[in-house]
């Protein structure tokens, strides 16, 4: 028997869920690209992401997966030879490091673990050592160890050492997650994709940037004809708003997807994905009192309210998500790069995406589900997860 028949919810940090008014928006014959509602929808799109990054900045859209935003945010800022200082708290720093090494830019990576934040002595030392960094790359969250950053304690020291560098930050899991405002935080560049928190398929990213990273676009050698951010933000044609032909029906999406933003109101977004952690993290501290599970960030001012990582040792994690989509129509996230020597393939660990279209009901329902799953698996836990988790939203509400 199972019991996965019924609507599926993928809780992995990316897709998220895709809203039904996302899919019925997109659920459409392809629309003129020349005139009509579509090319009249785009400065409002623009206008909106800019508001969901509160940038008085600007903001661009590539038709791409955060990668792309991640070259395109690297290649407008740097020339080659250009030096980066990359703070990496997880798989995705050293992912955009290894990506600007090939575009020819020398990174100096200060790696603070897989599950702790920056380690702002450190930090600071780097800064002073030397004063000729273009650029400083932080991952607001890093989707593989679930910490939350602290940007603006990263803003403050550049200050307090003078460093001119570019501060660029990766908010391709926290965006409408995670409080994150690019002004207030002093930030230059941020990039951001349509299909976490934005709640769209994957396909469109984002870069925003302010004056002082534009000014770095004049003699950037690194950057090349189509990711060039210029066109993008000040287009005289509609298709350099994409460099060619618009993604028509993401854009719908899109503007879906921001209408449900507003509608909610982006505090009270803030605050959905404040409370459901909470009860997420309510669950795994009771199921931690026994057994194996871990989370894999210990202090809950360094998590991020869009995803939970989290540890259960070798093979349960992977047991465990097995035995969710096969027997109760939910999967949860892999272990991503949490591959050690005694655990290659990280199947002693999972990753629960709350991010984006989720409610108590699916949480709850989530968590609930878990549970008959460590049952099933016969991987002991402590008590009382599932009372402190509606606890928490009782609270909440
Ligand atoms: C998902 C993610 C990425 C990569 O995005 P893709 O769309 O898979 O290219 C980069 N950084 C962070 C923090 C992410 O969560």
Redesign the pocket.
Known sequence: MTLSNGRHYLAI???SVAPDEVLRAMHRPSPNIYEGPLVDMVPGIVADLKKVARTEGEAVIYI???????EAALANTHSRGDRSLVLAT?R?GH??AEMAERMGVICDVLDFGRSDTHDLERVEAALRARDDYASVLV??????SSVLNDVAAVRALMDRVGSGALLMA?????LACDRFEMDALGVDVM?A?C??GLMVP?GM?YVFFNAKADAARETANCVTSYWDWRPRAAPEDFYQYFGGTAPTHHLYGQRAALDMIFAEGLEAVWARHRALAGAVWAALDCWAQDGPLRMNIGDPALRSN??TAVSIGKPHGAQLRGWLTQNAGVTLGIGLGMATEEDPASEGYFRIGHMGHVNAQMVLGLLGTMEAGMRALQVPFGAGALEAAAMACTEAG
């Open positions: 940090p990316g897709p791409a997966n955060g990668h792309g935003a991640w997880g995705f992912g955009w991952t607001h969250v890093d989707t593989s990766d908010c391709i899991a926290s990039v994709g299909q976490k994957p990213s869009a995803v």
